[in-house]
């Protein structure tokens, strides 16, 4: 009880304390019937705090206690994190619902690990041993994947192995091993420990420059606009372009260990569709559940705003964590648009003077520390581990030109841009080739992948040309290069996200497929009239297409695979 | 324990600040002038200064005024009682019957937990087939009808509350125009679900605050009889308004304007409502329809584009047609097909076919020559706006689904249609098109 509320105003409240503050630290607002609401320090103005409040803050009163802590906002971090459901502040969304009902419960807080469950502790660490942050004491399984328990990471300087547990099974809150500092004082760990979520968290020896590819298995991402792992990308468009689809998609089939997705300030409906299908899906690299190598972090846009903003951090934190035992994460934010939202809403209850389209002026650089938690990491040990992200942003009106898609442009690799015309036209995934980009090479040479875009934008061009002199004014071969920029369109950037087999194409697949591809696309033809050359082209766009539906190998695939052959083989001009 | 306090310091807009200690935020108080009395909601607290919004305006307001506070957030009475009733924005009744106090709740109850919603998974007929057949409305969905000025979207919502099968409608007026608010009564009181109806009506004459309460009274009215296990069908009518009026609030609060003088939170105050729509998993549903008229015909007015980030899709309603452009049911495909088999082969085919009939004519207005599939495009495109496009046709689903078969089979041959040919043998209507020549001819006239 060390300080007490002296203004409130929205999700915004001002408590005056005569003792210590800290800047970003937690306090906790108490209500007069008992709750007691999270909230973190934002601003410090002589002995007055402003604080964020995580709930609502509907009931709370001037003169109310208010209870400053010392630590930061925390992520709880440990064995039992994978198949979790949580809220942004990493309250497990389906044990409130066991205690609370229907409805959230401001106030309401459980601990982010099962407490009683125990896990087979294998110790790897012996005593005697010097070891600093970071450094494995011992393992324990964690669903499909060997979990290390870690010194804990915000300890500072070197460590001497005073003891381990021996192997057996422990719970988190039990001792596992104990740590002497250089002064000889002895520190107890267990298998959970906390972090401050808006600090970044790398213990490793270096960072390492992002190339291996991220296959997603959407063919536009992979062959055209690559990710790699410990990358980020951003995926901007207008509300029905499908970008929720299109980070559904990737979360299951990218070929990554972890997926971490959070649902920021999106609709609740679409978390649901998750958490309903997810235990249903067989993760085909594991034969296992996709809800395995998953962590849900939903804060929906009718949850708290506070919360939102916090919840992209809990989600970045629960990655690096897992980044640390080199593994390869994959963190998908929908939408950081959101989240920038409540950066602004804050900022506005906060008086600051706003930037372009009142949001704060920190947007940017905010926006840019969250993308830089991204990479790839040599570990002490030399294994590797990557987080990548990959962010949604909902632009106002489907305007790129707006700050949150222009500061989040300036600091990603790749530009996965959706179009409203691609969309109205079911040309899905709806990510334009002219206008996307990505710094990263991925599994298709540079320079096949150049001469496609050449071959897109010439097409366009044609189109564009033809809108206005019609297709009686346009010369053969200019026709012909836009039927094959609409073939490589239809049969290869676009894909069915509801079919069992052409909604994820394999690496080597896409491969074999972009070079087939790309031989039609060389083909010369000497076609009479540009009625034979749409049907020409029309013949082949319908056997490719019935390829993408066949799956690899199957009788289908062959008998479709040997006629394209066929047809590359005796078409064109040189045949 | 009731508070009378009456230093008012400061007034202005729909705002009045006065001073009084240990009141909560969020809560309720009286004010009585010499107009009569109102209710009045807390909205900002600074050390002893509370800022209350006056629901039926500060006109009037003087300094001497005395408000007595309620120890309590706003409340609204539930429970079968309010059947059949209407009341105004400030949950007083408008039909001269007297209050009901029965189980009252606060509004703006916390969010549902997404581990309690259900997957929704059941259709809701509404006899247009441009939603039946192209964009099924599905139980617990949330869409906005965005439209203009001058559009009958309050008839095409009145209309979706008579033939929508469900247990309680509850229709929230914003800003609406005297007449309009009788004829929805008229329209309910003939369809014969008055019984089942509950009104809230702010119609453009009253006080603006009462329009923002307008949505938190029916939704938490539908709320509680969803938890019952009923299936509730919420209306709301006009969203545009409650933004405008949120606004209006917001600058009074020297709030910093983000987009058109919209307050920066405009996403959060619509989601809030919006996610209110739900199908609880061991209970009853709320779906939620609302009008969002956009200013200009612009669809990136910050209305109908944070509208369009939160809703579950959308209708466009122009030219008194729903669009089949742009219109979209994002919940479609987990209801669609297990209604006929033709169903999703239908709706692809009909679209398509249409879009390309768009492009035809584009190339004819511009003087290009039309070939003979332009012209059975352009005959298609007649056919399909008439029989089925317009907001006048009210059939059951598959009598619209047959309906378009019959349009297509009148118009093409079957391998022109793209759908599978096993769906065609099922349903392709037995007498097959006869030579359409001298209707192309006329078409091409």
Redo the contacts between chains.
């Keep these: 009880m060390n300080g007490q509320?002296?203004?409130?105003?929205?999700s915004l409240v001002t408590a005056e304390s005569q003792g210590r503050i800290v800047q970003n630290a937690i306090a906790f607002c108490e209500r007069?019937d008992g709750a007691r609401l999270l909230s973190e320090v934002v601003r410090v103005r002589g002995q007055r705090a402003d604080l964020q409040v995580f709930e609502?803050?509907?009931?709370?009163?001037?003169?109310d206690p208010v209870d400053f802590q010392e630590n930061m906002l925390p992520a709880v971090l440990g064995p039992g994190l994978l198949g979790q459901?949580y809220d942004g502040l990493q309250n497990p969304?389906?044990r409130?619902?066991e205690d609370?009902?229907?409805?959230?419960?401001?106030g309401m807080y459980i601990h982010a690990l099962e407490t009683d469950t125990r896990w087979d502790f294998t110790p790897t660490a012996t005593p005697g041993e010097k070891v600093q942050a970071g450094s494995t004491l011992g393992t324990v399984p964690e669903r499909i994947f060997t979990h290390r328990i870690m010194v804990p990471f915000r300890w500072q300087g070197e460590f001497t192995v005073e003891s381990v547990a021996d192997p057996g099974a422990y719970t988190v809150e039990q001792e596992i091993a104990v740590l002497k500092d250089a002064s000889g004082e002895a520190h107890p760990v267990t298998m959970q420990q906390e972090w401050p979520v808006k600090v970044a968290l790398n213990c490793s020896r270096r960072r390492l420059m992002p190339k291996d590819p991220l296959v997603s298995r959407v063919r536009i991402i992979d062959s055209m606009f690559p990710v790699v792992r410990g990358g980020t990308y951003c995926i901007p468009g207008?509300?029905?372009a499908g970008k929720t689809v299109l980070q559904q998609i990737t979360s299951r089939h990218a070929e990554i260990d972890i997926v971490i997705v959070a649902a920021c300030?999106e609709?609740?409906?679409e978390?649901?569709?998750t958490?309903?299908e997810f235990p249903e899906l067989i993760d085909p690299r594991t034969g296992k559940s996709l809800m395995e190598r998953t962590i849900i972090i939903?804060n929906?846009?009718?949850?708290?705003?506070a919360a939102r903003e916090a919840s992209v951090y809990t989600a970045a934190t629960l990655g690096e964590y897992y980044r640390q035992m080199g593994l390869d994460v994959l963190l998908l934010a929908d939408s950081t648009s959101?989240w920038a939202?409540a950066m602004?809403?804050l900022s506005?209850?906060l008086?600051e003077i706003?930037g372009e389209?009142?949001?704060p002026a920190y947007l940017e650089s905010r926006i840019a520390a969250f993308y830089e938690r991204a990479g790839q990491i040599e570990l002490a040990d030399g294994s590797v581990g990557s987080m990548t992200i990959g962010g949604t942003v909902?632009p106002?009106?489907?305007?790129f030109e707006e700050p949150v898609t222009q500061g989040t442009l300036k600091v990603v690799g790749a530009f996965h841009g959706l179009s409203r015309s691609r969309s109205?036209a079911r040309r899905y995934p709806a990510i334009d080739p002219l206008d996307s980009w990505s710094k990263y090479t991925g599994i298709i040479e540079p320079r096949k992948v150049e001469r496609i875009k050449d071959l897109l934008r010439r097409g366009n061009d044609v189109h564009q040309m033809m809108t206005v002199v019609?297709e009686e004014g346009t010369s053969i071969e200019d026709f012909v290069v836009a039927l094959k920029a609409d073939f490589f369109d239809n049969v290869f950037l676009q894909q069915d996200a509801?079919d069992e087999v052409d909604a994820a194409t394999p690496a080597e697949r896409q491969k074999f497929v972009f070079d087939k591809v790309l031989s039609v696309a060389d083909m010369e033809f000497d076609f009479e009239d540009k009625e034979q050359a749409r049907k020409t082209m029309v013949e082949i766009s319908d056997l490719f297409r019935n390829l993408n539906y066949a799956a690899t190998d199957s009788e289908e695939y062959k008998k479709t695979l040997s006629l394209i052959e066929e047809f590359i083989a005796t078409r064109g001009r040189k045949a | 324990m009731r508070k009378y306090f009456d230093e008012i310091i400061r007034i202005a807009g729909n705002v009045v600040t006065v001073k009084a200690p240990g009141i909560g935020y969020d809560e309720l108080a009286v004010i009585t002038t010499d107009r009569g009395s109102s209710l009045a909601q807390v909205i900002r607290l600074e050390e002893d200064r509370v800022s209350l919004q006056i629901f039926s305006g500060t006109q009037g307001v003087s300094t001497g005024d005395r408000l007595r506070f309620l120890g309590r957030p706003m409340q609204v009475a539930t429970g079968d009682d309010l059947l059949g009733r209407i009341f105004d924005g400030a949950g007083n009744p408008r039909d001269g019957r007297p209050e009901v106090k029965t189980e009252l709740v606060d509004t703006c109850s916390p969010a549902v937990n997404p581990i309690k919603r259900r997957r929704p998974d059941t259709m809701v007929p509404t006899g247009i087939p441009m939603i039946d057949v192209f964009n099924s409305l599905v139980e617990s969905q949330k869409l906005p009808i965005f439209s203009v000025a001058g559009e009958p979207y309050n008839e095409l919502l009145a209309r979706v509350g008579l033939q929508a099968d469900a247990d309680v409608i509850i229709l929230g007026g914003m800003g609406l125009r005297h007449d309009d608010y009788l004829k929805f009564r008229e329209t309910f009181e003939e369809g014969g679900v008055l019984g089942r109806t509950i009104m809230f009506i702010h119609t453009a004459a009253d006080p603006v605050v009462e329009c923002l309460l307008v949505p938190d009274l029916c939704l938490a009215v539908g709320e509680q009889f969803a938890l019952e296990g009923k299936r509730v069908l919420t209306l709301l009518t006009d969203m545009t308004a409650f933004s405008d009026a949120l606004k209006e609030i917001a600058i009074i609060m020297e709030q910093i304007p983000s987009n058109r003088g919209y307050p920066g939170d405009l996403y959060t105050q619509l989601a809030r409502r919006y996610e209110k729509a739900v199908d609880f998993d061991g209970a009853g549903s709320m779906t939620l329809l609302a009008c969002v008229t956009m200013p200009g015909d612009d669809v990136t007015h910050p209305v109908p584009d944070n509208t369009g980030y939160i809703t579950e899709g959308q209708f466009y309603l122009r030219n008194g047609r729903i669009e089949p452009f742009g219109s979209l049911s994002r919940l479609k495909q987990q209801v669609n097909g297990e209604t006929r088999d033709d169903h999703r082969a239908i709706m692809n085919a009909c679209i398509q076919l249409y879009a390309l009939c768009r492009e035809s004519r584009e190339k004819r207005d511009m003087g290009f020559e039309m070939s003979p599939w332009d012209e059975r495009l352009l005959k298609y495109g007649d056919h399909f706006e008439e029989k089925i496009m317009d907001l006048a046709v009210n059939i059951p689903l598959f009598e619209a689904l047959d309906r378009c078969w019959e349009i297509l089979a009148e118009c093409f041959e079957p391998a022109e249609i793209g759908i599978r040919h096993s769906i065609i043998e099922a349903h392709w209507p037995k007498p097959l098109a006869e030579s359409g020549a001298e209707e192309t001819a006329e078409a091409a006239a």
């Design positions: 509320i002296v203004a409130v105003y929205g007069s609502e803050t509907r009931g709370l009163k001037v003169g459901i969304l389906p409130l619902a609370a009902g229907f409805f959230l419960k401001p207008p509300f029905g300030g609709r609740a409906g978390v649901v569709e958490i309903r939903c929906t846009s009718a949850m708290p705003v959101r939202q602004r809403e506005g209850r008086e706003p389209e009142a949001f909902s106002a009106g489907g305007n109205d019609g509801f």
